[in-house]
Each structure stands twice: as C-alpha cells, then as structure tokens.
C-alpha cells in the first residue's frame, strides 16, 4: 500500500527545498505523520478530508490542511480527498444529505424541489455572499440535521476502511510470500 501512496502523492522533500515555502517549515515538517506513508496517518487523512468535504464552505483544502496539522494525519491526502466534492458532484452530494435528514426527522416529501443555487458573481461577492446564505437557509433544519451525519459518518467510515483495507492488503501480501 505504501508503495501506491508514494507513487501518486508528492515528496515532501520538494516542498522543503522550495524556496518561496521555506517558511512554512516550520509548521508542515514539524510531525513526520503529515508526509509519511502509514497505516495510521493514511486512515486520518482520508477521515479529515471526508470530514471537511460535504462541508459547504469555500477553501475546504485550507480547512482540510489545517486539521491535517490539528491531528497529524497525512496532509496530501486530506487534501486530495477534499475533491471528492466539485461542481458536477455538489448537488448530488448535497441532495443525499437533504434526504438523509429528512428520513432522520421523518419528514416524508416535505420538498419536492429543492430550491436551485444562486449563481455566484465575482463583480458582487456580497450580493453573491447573501443569496447563497439564503439559498442555505431555505434548505433548513433538514439539511442542517443530515450534513454532520453525512460528514463524520463517512469520516468514521472512511477511517476504519482503510485501516481494514491496509490490514487485507498486508495479509495478502505475506499470504503471497509465503507460497513463493
């Protein structure tokens, strides 16, 4: 599994010999778990990024990074889980959480059609800022109820699958060497 990690996910010593990054060394090298490839840092990794991703809030790389420190899980990877969410997955993403608290509040059909999103303008973020904000809020109690569940429940998952999926893994790995 290491092997797999280290092939797709950025050394951390190119990060430290950047010199525009220098002062972030301090902060990014200080826990060996932020860079290194391990059953432990992985897990957290993947359960920080799906925690920060089905949050509906700009900078959610920032987000994910900055519990990657809190927590010391592998950073790339909280990072790079957080992409899970993008434009073409957000509604959908956003509809399953809608229904899961519907189905937790027992409202059955409350809204037949979910409200549409705001288009974003960058001549007028406020505007822009408020409609969202709105838009949020029409959604309501339901969404508000199925987003934590929906966010740590697929951390609790996302953990405890790659531990199991590392565990297997290393199993069938001995498994192999020893009927060489």
């Known amino acids: 599994m290491r092997l797999f990690f280290k092939k797709w996910l950025p050394n951390h010593t190119e990060f430290q010999r ?11 090298f200080r826990h060996q778990n932020l860079w290194h490839i391990n059953r ?9 990024g799906l925690l920060v991703c089905f949050l509906p809030i700009p900078f ?21 889980v ?16 809608y229904k ?10 409350t809204v037949s059609v979910i409200p549409s999103i705001p ?10 800022a408020h409609e969202f904000y709105i838009w949020f809020l029409s959604l309501g109690k339901t ?13 609790l998952l996302g953990y405890f699958a790659v531990q199991i999926i590392w565990r297997i893994f290393i199993y069938w790995q001995w498994r192999q060497r020893i009927n060489k």
């Open 18 to 28: 950047e010199p525009k990054l220098r002062w972030l060394n301090s902060f990014l």
């Open 40 to 48: 432990h840092s992985v897990a957290r990794g993947f359960a920080v």
């Open 60 to 80: 959610q790389m920032l987000l994910a990074a900055l519990l990657a420190l809190w927590f010391r899980a592998n950073l790339p990877i909280s990072v790079i």
């Open 82 to 97: 957080t992409w899970i969410t993008n434009p073409l997955t957000f509604l959908p993403f956003n509809f399953f959480i």
């Open 100 to 109: 899961i608290g519907e189905w937790v509040l027992g409202k059955k059909n």
């Open 119 to 128: 288009a974003w303008q960058w001549k007028n973020l406020g505007t822009s």
């Open 143 to 155: 969404y508000l109820v199925g987003l934590p569940i929906m966010a740590f429940g697929s951390a």
